[in-house]
Every structure is written in C-alpha cells, then in structure tokens.
C-alpha cells in the first residue's frame, strides 16, 4: 500500500493524540486515582500504536504498546500510580514526539530508547522504575509470546467483514523445533503457504521481529482463509522443524467487549446529562469540517489580496465616471467582497490554544527544576489569531513565562516569610478587543525593583543619575527590555543572561505589536502584549510627501494635525511640538526617506502622530490622502533590512505606496 498519502494526515493526528497525552497527564497527576482520565491516555496510546504500526513505524509503535501495557495496569488496579512513575511516562511521551518530528524532517522516526522500555516494563510488573540498559530484543520476544493478540478497530472490522462474507477467521499459533537453527527461514516458509492459503491480518511477534529472529519458538497469526482448520494444519505441518501447529477459531466478541462496555457507560452517562447538554452534544457530532491544506488557504488569500487592489481600482474609476449603474454595482461588489474577505480571515484564524497548550508541561517541570509551587491558570485559550501570528508569538511567550518563573514568582519558604500563600500563581490570559488580540501573562511573585533596575541601568551607561530622576514607573520597567539588560544575581539555565526580553520586544514589535509592563514591588508583574488579529490585510492612513505616497498604519496613529510652523520648538537639537502637555519629537519623511521635490514653504506643517509604547513621534508629510484597507506585501529577497519600510502595496491606480514602520521611526 502506498502510504505517502497518508503521511501527513498521520503526523497531524500524531500530533494532537501526544498533546493529549500531555494534557491528561497533567490532570492525572493532580488526580492519579481517577480512572477516567486513564481512560483517555489509553485510548490516545492505543489508537498512536495503531496508526504507528499500519505506516510501519515500528519503534513508535513499540513504544506506545509499552506505555499501553502500563496504562492498562494501572486501569485495572494491578499498578498504583505514583510521582516517578507519571515522570517516566512524560519521558515517553517526549520520546513519541521526538520520533514524529524525525518522520516530519523525512526520518524513519527511529529513537534509542532502551532504558525507557526497560523502566515502562518494570512499572508494569508493579516495580519501582528502574534505570538499565538491558538489551531489548530478548525483553520483546518474552513480552510478545506472553501477552494477548491485540486488534485495532481496523483490523477488527476487516475480520468481522471477512466473517460475514462466509471466511473462516483462525488465531493460528506455530511451534518451532527447539533444535531450529534457521528460524527466519522457517518463518519464511509458513508465511509462503498462509499467503497461498488466504491472507494474514496480525502477526505476534511482528513480522520485523520474526525476520530479526526476535522470538523464541512460537509465533501467532491471525489468519483469513476459506480452509478448514485442519488443512491449515497440514499444509503448515509439511515444513520441516515445525513442532506442532495449534489452530483456534478467532471469536471477534472477545475483543469488542472493551469497547461494549465503554460505549454503554457512555450511553449511560449521556442519559443522565441534561436535555440542553444533549442538545449541545449532538449539534457537535452534527458539525462538518474537513481538513484543508495551509498552502491552498495561502494562496486563496493571494489571490483575494488581487481583488481588494482591483476593487479600490474600481472604486477609483466609478467616482471619477460619476455614472449611477456603476457606482452601485461596484458598491455592491464592494459589500460582497468585503463579506468574502472576513470569511476567508475567519479561515486563516486559529485558537491560540495551539501556542497555549505546550505551556502546562513546561511550567511543570520548572517548577520541579527550580523547586517552586506555582499553580499555572490558562484563560481564553479558544481567543483566535492568524496562523502567521500564532506561528511567530510562541516563543516570545515562552521567555516570558520562563522570567515570570525565575525571577518573578519566590520559593515556598520565601513565600511564607513574606505571609504569601506558599503556592504561587502564573495567569497567562488572552482575549480580543477591537481588532486586536491581548495576551497577559500576570504572577503574584516579587515583582520588579525601580531602584535596582535604575541602578543597574546607569551603570550600564543607558542612562544618566539626572535623567533616571525624572523616569515614570512605567518607563522604568521598559528599560528591563534592552538589549543586554539583566538584573539577575545569578546566571542560569532558564534565564539571567541578558538576553530575551529585547528579543521578546523586537519579535513582537515586528508583528505589528507592542508589549508594556506594570509591576508593584512584592506583589507581582503583569506584561501587557497587544497584537493584531492579521498581518495580511491592515488599515493605513494614505499620505503624501512630494510625488510619493506613505501608507502610515492606524494601528499606530493617535491623530492627524495641522501645525502651524511658530509652534515647533528645538529640544537637544531637534524639532518637537507641545501636543497635549506632552513634548513630541518631529520627524520629517522627507528627510528620513531622502525624497527628491521642492521644499516646501507653506507655513503650515501635516503631522500623523503616532505611538508606540509610552513613547510618541510626530511624522511630518506633504498632505493627507485618507484612510483605506491595503494589501501588505513584503519587499522580497533583495530588499531586505530596509529602515522603517516594513513593506509595500499597490494601490487602485497602479501606484505603489510603501508602508513605513512606525516602531523603528520611533525608537
């Protein structure tokens, strides 16, 4: 069977049975006695195990069935959980996905893990885990002949077709002479006359085993054929150094039992709910959805991003054609477009679930690292954002929580010195406003220090004892975001190297968004981050310098003013206006830009103030031509590291404006 086909549906549902591992491995261990949630792991290893083993990833499977037998014990009361245990199987569960990011980089999705299987099996005998490296081809022969014939959903639904279309189902087990030297060989033998015979479903051992001679005499098939049971027999008996063949009829019942008794306590459990939950319930399993490929939604949204330049093309022509018919046709086309364009943003859009998910199983085991109790509470995770912002947020996140960890939230005995509860907490929490999306990552720890961060900063030579006199709070807390800006005592693996938080800054800041800090000395920090929902299609305020045109995004835009040119004011040589009791620094797109024309002497000036963080410009253009939705475009290869340009569009007339980035004109 060819299973290119497949693979990448594999390795998307790979991906989400290890999240939920993680995720109910984590509910487990604050809640280890209740089975249900063992339920679940088992049923997300299984189904692994299944898929692993029908695309021929062996070790994947291996190890899952590993886990499961694990699993399987502890459901069944045989194994009592414990702490060293539930690290063991995280550890599994790293090693599963280390093997599906190797198949995702073209791998076989192939890992050493011995010791894991030798600790999964201890676990399972109801031993403490162990750490060995006891060679792994004997264990797996022992564990094969020793445990049951496992069938996935698949193989039993191939079984129950085959039995109703009149084939004999047999759980064929054959016996090798002890005194086979060549037992690959044999194996090869008997498998020539079962696939003469009919066709084989399930090997015990499996068939890589068997060839590997990782067996010991014995090995069971499950086999379909139109043969009685005991012309198998013969037939198989003919190959020489076969001791005996034991052939069984295979009852099918025996193996749906499980899933019987699980579906009736669902059945159950579903008659007590209320009828509003039932209602809800089957308007879930009633939802349609399908699977699309992210490149053909990319290049849907190319092709939408041609029709909004030819759209305010339209809009162009009708205004300046004036005729009626056409106006109202392109109004329409304009309404419908505009429809077409939330939908196909809505399709673009995923939960930052995606990003929020790795976070419970990180926070875990630095708490474990660190030795501190802090208690991790995820809000708004269903909020969307764009995949290309979700792809981008991840690791900014990621440097934050691990400082909010290190620095923020204090050990248990500080904690209780100080009269806080000993368990700290780490709220990260995300929600929408506007078009924009708000992720707030809030600890009720230490919180920052102005004065030791003021005195760290005027050592460094960021700023002066004179100027750090007349800081805010708030600009205080941003210097901890500059390049090399640490305030750690000590250097470690998980922050206090200096680095981070300016990448934190300038990640984010390249996304269209900005990050602000508040903090209160002893009781915890809050860092703001402010994004927007798309980077593909942005509102931008038209403007005009000389015979070029500047597209300004409102995001970043207070207001527009006209200045009159008595009212600018010099301020360490350089322009500034008093705008609202605030002194704003003057910058020219002319000059930044080097735009050829005339000089303008009218006495008047057309200034977009713009914000970025507690820090505010003024840009001074020619004119202002209004507010439109433009298509932002990179600039490709060749024109990279371009100041304050963070792209291009192509307006209605065939012009093309570049959009200036406001973060780097005001830095």
Do not use: W
Request: net charge negative; proline share 2%; glycine share 6%.
């Amino acid at each position: 069977m060819e299973m290119n086909e497949y693979l990448d549906v594999f390795i998307e549902e790979s991906k989400e049975h290890i999240q939920a591992l993680n995720d109910h491995l984590l509910e487990l261990e604050k809640d280890p006695a209740n089975i249900a949630i063992v339920n679940e792991i088992f049923r997300s290893a299984h189904t692994l195990k299944g898929m692993s083993a029908t695309m021929g990833y062996q070790d994947l499977a291996d190890l899952t069935h590993k886990m499961e037998n694990v699993l399987d014990a502890i459901r069944n009361e045989k194994v009592k959980l414990t702490s060293p245990m539930v690290d063991v199987i995280f550890e599994a569960v790293d090693a599963l996905e280390a093997m599906v990011l190797d198949i995702i980089d073209g791998g076989e999705g192939k890992k050493d893990v011995k010791t894991l299987v030798s600790q999964l099996e201890s676990m399972e005998k109801g031993e403490a885990p162990v750490n060995t490296s006891a060679p792994v081809a004997e264990e797996k022969s022992a564990a094969s002949t020793s445990t049951e014939t496992e069938l996935d959903q698949f193989e039993l639904t191939v079984l129950q077709q085959s039995h109703e279309k009149g084939f004999h189902n047999y759980e064929v087990t054959v016996q090798l002479q002890k005194t086979c030297l060549l037992k690959a060989a044999r194996v090869y033998m008997v498998f020539e006359i079962f696939e003469k015979i009919g066709e084989v479903i399930k090997s015990t051992p499996t068939v890589t085993e068997l060839e590997d001679e990782n067996f010991e005499f014995d090995f069971t098939i499950i086999l379909v054929t139109k043969d009685e049971a005991d012309e198998v027999k013969q037939k198989v008996m003919k190959v020489s150094e076969v001791e005996d063949v034991i052939v069984n009829d295979l009852k099918i019942d025996t193996y749906e039992s499980d899933d019987t008794v699980d579906a009736d306590a669902e059945i159950k459990q579903t008659e007590t709910k209320k009828p509003e939950e039932q209602e809800a319930k089957k308007s879930q399993i009633s939802t349609k959805t399908i699977r699309v490929n992210i490149d053909r939604l990319d290049a849907l949204m190319n092709l939408f991003e041609e029709l909004v330049i030819d759209r305010g093309r339209l809009e162009q022509i009708s205004q300046s054609l004036k005729n009626n018919e056409l106006q109202e046709t392109v109004e329409h086309m304009s309404r419908i477009s505009g429809d077409l364009q939330n939908i196909i943003l809505n399709m673009r859009m995923v939960p930052i679930d995606q990003v929020f998910n790795r976070f419970p199983r990180m926070v875990r085991q630095l708490t474990k690292d660190l030795k501190k109790d802090v208690d991790l509470q995820i809000f708004g995770a269903d909020t969307e954002l764009d995949r290309t912002v979700i792809d981008e947020i991840g690791d900014p996140l990621v440097h934050l929580i691990r400082n909010a960890l290190d620095h923020g939230v204090e050990t248990p005995a500080v904690r209780k010195e100080k009269g806080k509860p000993e368990q700290g907490i780490l709220k990260l929490n995300a929600y929408h406003s506007g078009n924009h999306v708000f992720i707030e990552i809030k600890d009720d720890g230490a919180g920052i220090d102005r004065e030791k961060v003021l005195k760290k900063a005027i050592s460094n030579g960021v700023l002066t004892l004179e100027e750090s006199k007349a800081y805010s709070d708030q600009e205080v807390y941003q210097l901890i975001m500059e390049s090399g800006f640490s305030t750690a005592d000590t250097i470690s693996d998980i922050s206090g190297r200096g680095v981070g938080l300016d990448v934190v800054r300038n990640t984010i800041e390249s996304l269209g968004g900005s990050i602000t800090i508040d903090s209160t000395y002893n009781e915890g920090s809050t860092f703001l981050i402010q994004l927007p929902l798309t980077l593909s299609i942005i509102s931008v305020m038209l403007t005009e310098v000389k015979n070029e045109k500047f597209a300004v995004p409102l995001s970043s835009i207070i207001e527009t003013a006209i200045v009159n040119k008595k009212d600018i004011m010099r301020a360490h040589n350089r322009q500034v206006i008093d705008f609202r009791g605030k002194v704003v620094p003057l910058v020219s797109l002319t000059e930044v830009f080097d735009v050829p024309g005339e000089v303008d002497e009218d006495d008047f000036l057309s200034v977009v103030i713009i914000r970025q963080g507690e820090k505010m410009a003024g840009l001074i253009v020619d004119s202002f031509i209004g507010q439109q939705e433009v298509v932002l475009k990179s600039l490709g290869n060749y024109l990279t590291d371009i100041f304050a340009i963070s792209g291009a569009t192509i307006l209605g007339d065939g012009q093309v404006a570049l959009i200036v980035d406001t973060n780097a004109l005001v830095k």
